[in-house]
């Protein structure tokens, strides 16, 4: 059985039986993993990091801030299988999740994880649907863009040096996978409504001056 299968029989039976993912979390994937899913879809990013937009977490201790993110390993752990990662995201990096997602009720999964965001205070979550094209969504969960996302295709492999805007995850055996999502933030959604604003850009803009206010005050 070649790697690729053996990843894909590995990840049914474990994901079959939810209390059994305890027993996997975190995982450790191979680069053919990941980049299936990247493909493929059936995951969700997420983090418990501080949001400096939101007022209540700005003087949070880094103390308080790790509380939450072993809280929110506690709520995935019997549920989905998941690795840890880096985020790294308007001008700041967290400890985020790259999760598995079941893939038998979408909807209730996509309602599931953006009140996951909504419990933590994030600012937003990525939720990528399996289909073909995929459906990738940047889904914003708090503040004053709650319940409206962008949509985007695709992923870039980074492997020049960048300091914003990515992710990396450990790979089997060691080896670290730097990438970064495609999204247009010039169209903002809301059920079916599309429309085209720089909105999110200034926004985004906005968020990065203020992580830099916080780490050099």
Request: glycine share 2%.
């Given at each position: 059985m070649n790697t690729l299968l053996f990843e894909a029989f590995f990840f049914d039976l474990f994901l079959s039986k939810g209390t059994w993912t305890s027993i996997i979390n975190p995982i450790t994937y191979s680069q053919s993993a990941v980049e299936r899913l990247l493909n493929e879809g059936g995951y969700v990013?997420?983090?418990?990091?501080?949001n400096n937009k939101m007022p209540s977490d700005r003087n949070l201790s880094d103390d308080t801030i790790q509380e939450r993110t072993v809280n929110l390993t506690i709520d995935l752990t019997n549920l989905y299988a998941y690795s840890s990662m880096i985020g790294v995201h308007n001008g700041d990096?967290?400890?985020?999740?790259?999760?598995?997602?079941?893939?038998v009720s979408p909807d209730v999964e996509r309602t599931t994880f953006i009140q996951l965001g909504?419990?933590?205070?994030?600012?937003?979550?990525?939720?990528?649907?399996?289909?073909i094209p995929t459906?990738?969504?940047f889904i914003y969960t708090t503040g004053e863009f709650s319940g409206k996302y962008v949509e985007g295709l695709g992923y870039k492999i980074l492997t020049t040096n960048v300091t914003d805007d990515y992710s990396e995850l450990t790979l089997c055996p060691?080896?670290?996978f730097k990438f970064t999502l495609n999204f247009d933030f010039e169209i903002m959604m809301m059920g079916k409504l599309r429309?085209?604003?720089r909105q999110l850009i200034d926004h985004h803009t906005n968020y990065i001056l203020a992580n830099k206010q916080r780490q050099h005050p």
């Open positions: 990013m997420i983090s418990a990091g501080r990096n967290e400890t985020s999740f790259f999760v598995i997602l079941h893939n909504q419990k933590y205070n994030q600012e937003s979550i990525i939720y990528v649907k399996r289909a459906i990738q969504q060691n080896n670290l429309k085209k604003t």
